[in-house]
């Protein structure tokens, strides 16, 4: 194709994802806004805020390429009128060494009574020249003649006044002490009032002010109207020196590292500063210092310390101080020093920003972690919070309940076994309560208000034996205040007690109550009603697992009264658990038949529950039920607390639990395979004990779970999982304490706890209505990763590997799956249009790299590797989802069929980890040997891809053997993965290459759906660590028959940090191993991970036995290859398959509920080896430097020319350089009497300049192909600093780099790349791109680094797709 001109292009940026740096509150007049608006400075654009809407209201692109640091704002007028009210303000913006005027406009007309509706823009008024140095605080100045000017305090201790209507600098003003800055903070209103307080590098504080000796004028001189001119130009008017001059007015010492904030109080009688040293510290600043021009040294001040890490923000009012840190915390103290309290909701690097107003009594923070989250302080504050230590939550509705049982004043003498105290309690709603006390009574009690209980006693069970358990079921009332609750009791007699209460809330009544012997005594140690059963049906439980089902009669038939009786009750079934521990919740499925239980020690239990049981009417019928399936360690061997059911397909239903183990778990159990199968799972580290979890508005579906509710240490908590947010913390004493609590459908303003303590009943009530939903706290912004990002990829809902991508026309949003320093994946939802970020799931932790978009594969520190499987609900649950799945025979076109979605994610699969004892592959036993080994790595010359090479052996036996105290310094840096259908069977291979930080290349399998990870091949040699993966998939057709395909070949792409680039082919050991994998009897395997590990009493909290060990030392024709699963290793000789599996302990249970693996076990072999694979080609130094990223474009078919598919490889590196190169694959006729050529390698470690036409013969299917590469393309100086991401379709490369620029390449004859666009990004250092073809010469691009952000990218040429 000839060259071809781009003359026309859009780009389209989209809102940027990450820190935010700058807060600013925007007042309205009151009667226009009760609330203030807010500003948040993001990247290089600023945010609008409604508070009182808590809403975006509009993004502003303000900068490019700068980070915006700070926002002054000033009010300008108001002009009301018939139709509209007219807020005009100014506001000043300042990011690195610029600074901007604008002018924010609010155009506010009412359309209705609640709401008015509001305009907004933010137009550009002036930009300030490029300042010598960093802008650090500005303010807005007032002079006498009506003029406005523009303080600007910089880096270099300089002040410059800035006069706005003549677009000049008119004052410029050092300050004696010439030193750099760490901040800076100025006060006052005019010239002569300002203040200047200066954060120097010594740790010091300089306060310091510009002298008026003489007055001038100064806005309407001549000499200041010949100075103004071009706003474009730098104009500096400096006056006379006896006129201006700056003088030091004290010197603040006492901090111990840098000072990184200083404010000043309204008055500008106090000073706070925060620095490195985790302290701030509140400086009293006399009135004879504002008149004494002699430096003074103040030593001394009230330090407050708590922060863990540095603290970076600070605000201060006349009460309190606020302070926010490093450590994630914002803490509010007392102006005696003392800490009232911390809010700790921003995860990652800390909180940037915080800012409080004192009229509204909010509090801002904002972070690195992109979430901006508002708290009110109590209302009836005066504005002190000393005088109130009590108040615990920033919200003032909230009432707290102290109450006692009716007869706790008889007692006279101190508790003791005889005395009455509460057993249970259990709250029906915000003001009814039950408590049921260890005398055997059942009270019911009425929260009226502050000074008025109504208490009703309802029943005292037989003998007054003390109430063990209870449980409540309420039924919907007939008329409103009314009740219909049904309450059952277990004694320590082992008798159950059925009461109904009904009638008015404030009246109840006894309708109806009977008693049986349910177990023997002080075995009966709990009772559960399910709500799906109704209130016919109830269970106890003993401490050996054993539960009962029992049917209660119809108490409003005929033949059933009111009475004691034992005939009012019949045992219908009895389940018996296989792991004898005591059931603690329990949830059923009537429609599915299922019944599902929690236990004491973390298991899960599933037992039959069939209809014709519920149904029968037959006074004998007692069966015992074994279990269908079970699930062990779901969360460890922490409680289970909660369990909930769900229909999620026709045959399929989901499973949620929560633990004690912090973790809220998801399973699915599929009726017709009678399988029960861990889908994924949510940490919540606030928590150490989740009881339950509930949606808002009370949704029914299982994963859109909003809020937990639990406890973390002696504190109950409730917490929002969607704002990362608090909303409730009440110290209680811990959940062993009797407890309960209610939440509305709204926890936010709808919540009520009430617990025991000294023998009291604490009751916190916070219930407002809905007319008052002003809910605090708001998250503005949506939570991100908190720290930076190192890579992504673009998962598509109407996805299809193999084929032209194709945008639909209804699917306009894109999922971006992200991998963070911190170990943990997100899944973004970006559409563009005006709010582009939508929604961040976070799937799991421990992870950094992925791949894949149907199957994302994430590795990370300490080798871990992760699996993860598309997961998607559609629009309504009633309509039933089909995510259809299909393989050819070969592997190479997966398709994946959704239909319309509204929520997409991953559910966990499996996670690999090494094992305590297995080989890094890390510590050099000999250094010479390995130096001498490298040297000859490149004259090395072999005739064969794979093969065993004594050499390579010592290498790596010099790095086989490290010690237990250094296994966790490994992490893998890349990883890229394929997927391959086993031929006549239901199983799926997914091959994954990993490499690791020591140097190694491993290439494993993943079994699917049996989870089990299998070693299969390393490649070798290696003489530095590999940072980038990429994978190729080539079709092998017949020459005759394009159409007709016979196989496939798979290669492997590798860059390292010396610069060179490998090719590896490993269509050998990947059709083995599918090969061995199709004959061998691989179902006999156990599956023994379950679950992620956490570490929190769950499996992870332990090293797993390793019961052999492997060493790669084998050639590739070996059949044995190396299998892992969860614990340890297997090996299968005579099968060509090795397994690794869990302890005997996890692959047995009682009662003959056994999975055998002898067959597999008695073939362990001692000698377990897997096959080397050597390079087919090398690019010695293609980077002078490490090879930060690959990219591998789609396969192009090219039967016209003798190529039959040809692909492009770019890569960029640390030399700033890109490289392009193409590969052609082409298959090889041969007669029937043709001798088949061996596969070889020409010229296989070659220099990258040398690259003219390099051919590689291999074989497949019995046929010969081809692999030529050539048209080798280098563009040096692609970035000005190193290149982290690239990615390239084949006619379009885009890359970005440290340089923060994203530029745009055209894919030209010959891999010649020119350049047509290039764009500046608001990502801070860059460390990974994306992209996806929404169209012809249509991209959306993703960029991540410390933050992300998207690029459209429109080309008007259409550019010919063969080149």
Not at 617 to 625: T, Y
Not at 748 to 756: D, Q, R, S
Request: charged share 20%; hydrophobic share 35%; glycine share 6%.
């Amino acid at each position: 194709m000839g060259k071809k001109d781009l003359s026309e292009w859009r780009l389209d940026v989209g809102q940027y994802l990450g820190e935010i740096s700058a807060l600013c509150f925007v007042h309205l007049p009151s009667h226009l806004s009760s609330l203030p608006f807010l500003l948040a400075g993001s990247g290089s654009q600023v945010l609008l805020y409604d508070l009182e809407a808590g809403s975006l209201i509009r993004p502003f692109q303000v900068f490019h390429g700068i980070r915006l640091h700070g926002i002054s704002c000033n009010f300008i007028n108001c002009t009301e009128g018939s139709v509209s009210t007219r807020v005009t303000f100014e506001v000043a913006l300042f990011g690195e060494k610029r600074v901007k005027l604008f002018e924010l406009n609010f155009e506010l007309s009412p359309n209705s009574q609640y709401q008015p509706e509001t305009c907004v823009n933010l137009s550009l008024v002036q930009s300030l020249p490029r300042l010598s140095h960093w802008v650090f605080d500005v303010c807005f100045l007032k002079v006498c003649n009506g003029n406005r000017s523009l303080a600007i305090g910089c880096s270099d201790n300089s002040i410059r006044v800035w006069d706005i209507s003549n677009s000049s600098i008119i004052l410029e003003v050092h300050s004696p002490e010439r030193c750099l800055l760490y901040s800076m903070k100025l006060w006052g209103d005019n010239l002569e009032a300002l203040r200047i307080a200066s954060g120097t590098i010594y740790n010091e504080i300089i306060v310091w002010k510009v002298d008026w000796e003489h007055v001038a004028p100064l806005l309407n001189s001549p000499e200041g109207n010949h100075a103004h001119g071009s706003s474009s130009d730098f104009k500096c008017f400096k006056l006379q020196d006896q006129q201006h001059t700056a003088v030091n007015l004290f010197r603040l010492v006492g901090h111990e590292g840098s000072i990184f904030r200083i404010e000043w109080s309204s008055c500008g009688s106090k000073l706070v500063s925060v620095s490195d040293d985790r302290s701030a510290r509140i400086w009293e600043v006399r009135a004879e210092y504002w008149k004494d021009s002699d430096s003074i040294e103040e030593v001394g001040s009230s330090v407050l310390y708590g922060h863990n890490a540095r603290v970076w923000d600070c605000c201060l009012t006349d009460s309190f101080i606020i302070t926010a840190g490093e450590d994630c915390t914002c803490r509010v103290w007392g102006s005696d020093g003392k800490q009232l309290k911390m809010i700790k909701e921003h995860i990652g690097r800390g909180i940037w920003r915080c800012l409080y107003d004192p009229l509204s009594s909010l509090l801002v923070t904002a972070g690195f972690d992109s979430a901006i989250k508002v708290h009110q302080f109590q209302a009836f504050l005066p504005g002190s919070l000393e005088s109130h230590p009590e108040a615990k939550e920033f919200n003032g509705r909230t009432e707290i309940f102290s109450l006692k049982i009716p007869n706790f004043s008889e007692q006279i003498r101190l508790t003791d076994s005889k005395s009455e105290y509460v057993r249970c309690l259990r709250l029906t709603s915000e003001d009814t309560l039950y408590i049921a006390t260890n005398h055997g009574y059942l009270y019911h009690t009425k929260l009226c208000d502050m000074d008025s209980v109504n208490w009703n006693k309802i029943l005292q069970v037989s003998e007054g034996m003390p109430i063990i358990c209870m449980d409540l079921l309420s039924n919907e009332p007939k008329y409103p205040c009314g009740i219909d609750d049904w309450v059952a009791l277990g004694d320590g007699k082992g008798n159950m007690t059925i009461v109904r209460v009904v009638g008015d809330v404030h009246t109840p009544q006894l309708s109806f109550t009977f008693t049986w012997s349910a177990g023997i005594e002080r075995q009966l140690l709990g009772t559960y009603w399910c709500k799906s059963l109704g209130h016919r049906f109830i269970f106890t439980a003993d401490p050996k697992g054993r539960l009962k089902l029992w049917r209660l009669c119809n108490p409003f038939s005929s033949d059933c009264y009111a009475s004691s009786k034992t005939n009012n009750v019949f045992l219908v079934a009895e389940f018996s658990s296989c792991f004898g521990a005591r059931i603690m919740c329990l949830d059923a499925s009537f429609e599915d038949e299922v019944l599902f239980c929690g236990d004491l020690r973390g298991n899960l239990v599933l037992f039959p529950l069939l209809r014709d049981l519920l149904n029968d009417k037959s006074v004998a019928l007692h069966v015992e039920l074994s279990p269908l399936n079970y699930f062990k360690g779901a969360h460890g061997i922490s409680t289970v607390s909660n369990v909930s059911v769900a229909k999620l397909r026709s045959n399929q239903t989901e499973i949620r639990s929560t633990g004690g183990d912090g973790c809220i778990c998801y399973l699915e159990y599929d009726k017709d395979r009678e399988s029960l199968e861990f889908i994924g799972m949510k940490q919540v580290k606030e928590l150490s004990l989740i009881q339950s979890v509930s949606a808002e508005n009370n949704s029914i579906d299982l994963a859109s779970c909003n809020y937990a509710a639990g406890f973390a240490s002696t504190d109950f908590i409730i917490w929002n999982l969607i704002t990362e947010a608090k909303v409730v913390q009440i110290p209680c004493g811990g959940w062993r304490r009797p407890h309960s609590y209610f939440l509305g459908d709204v926890p936010e303003i709808k919540n009520c706890f009430a617990y025991v303590k000294d023998e009291v009943i604490h009751i916190h009530r916070h219930w407002v209505s809905n007319g008052e939903r002003k809910m605090f706290p708001k998250n503005l912004h949506m939570q991100f990763h908190g720290k930076e990002i190192h890579t992504l990829c673009f998962v598509s809902e109407n996805f299809q590997v193999g084929a032209n991508v194709k945008k639909s026309a209804l699917n306009k949003s894109s999922w971006i799956a992200t991998g963070c320093e911190d170990g943990t994946v997100r899944l973004t939802r970006y559409s563009p249009g005006f709010e582009n970020w939508s929604s961040s799931k976070l799937l799991g932790e421990h992870v950094e790299d992925k791949e894949n978009p149907f199957l994302l594969i994430s590795v990370g520190a300490k080798r871990v590797l992760t699996s993860w499987l598309l997961r998607h609900r559609g629009i309504d649950k009633m309509e039933e989802t089909t995510v259809e799945r299909k393989y050819n025979r070969h592997g190479n076109d997966l398709e994946l069929s959704l239909g319309a979605s509204s929520s997409l994610s991953f559910q966990w699969l499996s996670t690999d980890m090494p094992t305590k004892n297995s080989s890094t592959h890390g510590k050099k036993k000999d250094i010479k040997k390995v130096d001498h080994i490298t040297r000859n790595i490149a004259s090395m010359n072999t005739n064969a891809n794979t093969g065993s090479i004594s050499s390579e052996s010592r290498e790596r036996e010099a790095k086989a053997f490290l010690g237990d105290k250094y296994e966790d310094d490994w992490r893998y840096l890349a990883v890229t993965a394929f997927l391959v259908k086993c031929p006549g069977s239901r199983l799926t291979v997914c091959f994954v290459v990993v490499a690791c930080s020591d140097a190694t290349l491993a290439l494993r399998a993943l079994i699917l759906p049996l989870r089990l990870w299998f070693e299969v091949a390393m490649l070798v040699p290696l003489s530095s660590p590999v940072l980038a993966l990429q994978h190729v998939i080539m079709p092998i057709h017949l020459p005759s028959k394009e159409n007709v395909q016979i196989g496939s070949s798979y290669f492997v792409i590798s860059g390292a940090t010396d610069g060179s680039i490998a090719f590896w082919d490993v269509t050998g050991p990947v059709e083995a191993f599918v090969q061995q994998v199709s004959t061998l009897h691989i179902e006999n395997f156990i599956d023994c991970q379950k679950r992620p590990r956490t570490g929190r009493g769950s499996q992870g909290g332990r090293w797993w036995r390793n019961l052999r060990h492997t060493r790669p030392n084998k050639e590739s024709g070996s059949s044995i290859v190396s299998v892992r699963t969860e614990g340890g290793v297997q090996n299968h000789d005579a099968c060509g398959v090795s397994a690794k599996v869990n302890d005997t302990e996890n692959c047995t249970v009682e009662d003959g509920h056994i999975a055998s693996c002898e067959p597999e076990l008695n073939a362990v072999n001692s000698t377990s080896e897997i096959c080397e694979i050597r390079p087919i080609h090398i690019l010695n130094n293609a980077h002078q430097s490490g090879v930060n990223c690959l990219h591998v474009s789609k396969i192009k078919n090219c039967w016209s020319t003798e190529c039959g598919f040809h692909f492009y490889v770019v890569s960029g590196g640390d030399d700033q350089a890109i490289h392009c190169l193409r590969v052609d694959l082409s298959l090889l006729a041969r007669g029937p009497d043709s001798e088949i050529i061996a596969a070889d390698v020409i010229n296989s470690n070659s220099e990258s300049e040398d690259v003219k036409s390099l051919i590689y013969y291999g074989q497949e299917q019995n046929q010969n192909y081809r692999i030529r590469f050539y048209n080798y393309f280098r563009a040096t100086s692609a970035h000005s600093s190193a290149i982290k991401g690239i990615w390239t379709d084949g006619t379009w490369v885009f890359s970005t780099g440290l340089d923060q620029r994203v530029r745009f390449w055209l894919l030209e004859e010959h891999s010649i790349l020119s350049q047509h666009a290039h764009l500046v990004v608001s990502v801070p250092e860059p460390e990974a791109l994306s992209a996806r073809a929404c169209g012809r010469n249509h991209y959306e691009i993703a960029v991540a680094g410390r933050g992300m952000q998207m690029v459209e990218f429109h080309a008007s040429t259409d550019i010919d797709e063969e080149q």
